[in-house]
């Protein structure tokens, strides 16, 4: 191979995998803005969770009145389960292609004599923070939004917060 193939070659190489990483960061984004919910007992209790599996909304329908507290408490655990797996399912499913990339790209060193294997000092980027707001809130309808330091954090309501 001459020495402008080679060259050629890398930097078809460092183009793939800047594409990847460009890939992985925009998938990381649409999985983190990833909601799911779930409906039990009759559409009585109703709970989203966001793309952690975490609930951010838990709503009761019609007739929650009929059931008694310990109904309540396996319908709200029930559905948060359901959301969380679909939720699981639908990250699994937006993620797959990166997988199925990365097994394809043939490492550096296989394809430049000489060249050290970088696999192992190459990360894949960290994933924004999963947002815990509820699915309507303006901070979900605003789109993506880069973590904001503690400090800057806005307070998190109470208990006694209309949101409830």
Known sequence: MSNEQAKDDLAAILDGFADQMRTITRLQRERAALTAS???RGRRVTVTVNA???VIETRFGSGIEDLDYPEIAK???EAA???SAEVARLGRELMA?????RNRLPKLADLVPGMPDLSKE???PEP????TA???SPERLGGFQESIPDAEQPRRGGATDSGW
């Open 38 to 40: 779930a409906t039990v």
């Open 52 to 54: 952690d599996g975490t």
């Open 75 to 77: 319908a709200m655990t």
């Open 81 to 83: 389960q359901q959301a």
């Open 97 to 101: 292609p990166v997988s199925q990339n």
């Open 122 to 124: 190459l990360t894949i």
């Open 128 to 131: 924004p923070v999963v947002s």
């Open 134 to 136: 509820p699915p309507k």
